[in-house]
């Protein structure tokens, strides 16, 4: 005598239909706000920027003496990268490429010149003027004009991104690319441009106070 077999009840339970169809639901309502399928859903569930800051507070105020003669523009590409010593790349470690636009300035220091720093012939038709070197004030990074190419995170990284108070921090390589552009001002010809461009002004000035010669010299 066979035994019958029974059939085994395949149905899914009541409660996992209804996960199911929320799940539909949500992917597809997502799904039409992602791809524009379904118009207005953006604007509706769209996020709003307001600026809440208070108002800014003075500090301080400096009187400037100097006199900003030429500015360098500078442009560097920062190829930062950081390994584990004993994890691959994939598990721990980072690359960022970042492109950091900024600018430096080449002044003079006219509040170091004294009454000896300046000699004038008794009739006032001729002056001669000792100054300081120009020097380079500190760089200044652009933040519209620079930004992060690429970054490469290990997965342990991207863990720590996700309890980090400052996620995918860029101050690293943002200090890095304005020590980059302070060593190219040095070597640029920015400070010898702002004498240059001070002596041109200054013999405008005292030409038209009516002095005829005027000689500007740089010394320490």
Known sequence: MTTPIKRINKRMPGWA???????LVLVVFFAGIRFSVLPGLKDLFGTETNDRSGPALLQSIQDMSRYDAASGNFQIVVDLEKDAKFLPDAIRGSRTLYVGAGTVDAYVDLGKVGEEDVTVNGDRTSATLRLPHAALGKPSLDPDRSYAVSKQRGLLDRLGDVFS??????????KLAVKHIGDAAKDSELTARAETNTTGMLEGLLHSLGFKEVKVTYGA
């Open 165 to 174: 108070d400052n996620p995918n921090s860029e101050q690293a390589v943002q």
């Open 17 to 23: 239909k209804v996960v199911s169809a929320l799940v």
